[in-house]
């Protein structure tokens, strides 16, 4: 089976993302893993990315992915073919290399699709209300709640049993945040 990759040659266009080859990894490190992917997750990062919005250089669009651990080394992950999800560069292909420190098992529960919407959604999400200090009797207002990282913000504080005021532009938006009971 051929492996292959989707390439953006240039920013500026949806349109300049290209199937190509899929080049052969280095693997530099020993906890260094290969993964077949299954899905990658898209955040506004890389649309932003894509049509050349986003400042500096973001390096290739992707980054949260799942699928099945192929090779790594025993130390690491004992045995291969383990659903996993996590972070990896470049993951737009039909293979991604990354660290094994990057990557967790995938619950069963979670289909590969969903999985890879959670890492940097999910990371953003516990950073920023970890450095808040958030904690059940505290309160937090969630900027952009009916977004992805405000969608896991209002989550991670209802786990957490914080309370918390959610802003959304549009009605539909209201709607959807005062049934999760902002």
């Known amino acids: 089976r051929d492996q292959f990759r989707l390439h953006l040659h240039a920013r500026g266009a949806i349109t300049n993302l290209a199937i190509e080859p899929l080049p052969s990894f280095d693997f530099l490190a020993i906890s260094d893993i290969l993964l077949h ?90 950073v920023a209300l970890q450095r808040a200090s958030l904690r059940t009797d505290a309160a937090i207002i969630v900027q952009a709640a009916a977004g992805g990282v405000g969608l896991t913000a209002v989550r991670y504080a209802q786990w957490l049993g914080a309370a918390f005021v959610g802003t959304a532009g549009q009605p539909q938006k209201h709607a959807m945040l005062h049934t999760m009971g902002a």
């Open 37 to 126: 992917v299954r899905a990658v997750g898209l955040n506004f990062r890389d649309v932003l990315n894509v049509l050349g919005e986003y400042p500096g250089d973001p390096g290739p669009p992707g980054g949260d992915v799942a699928g099945i651990v192929v090779d790594a080394d025993v130390s690491v992950t004992p045995g291969t073919s383990e659903p996993a999800f996590g972070l990896a560069h470049a993951p737009l292909a039909s293979m991604a290399h990354t660290s094994a420190l990057l990557i967790a098992p995938k619950p069963r529960p979670l289909a590969f699709a969903q999985a890879c919407t959670l890492p940097v959604t999910w990371s953003t999400a516990h």
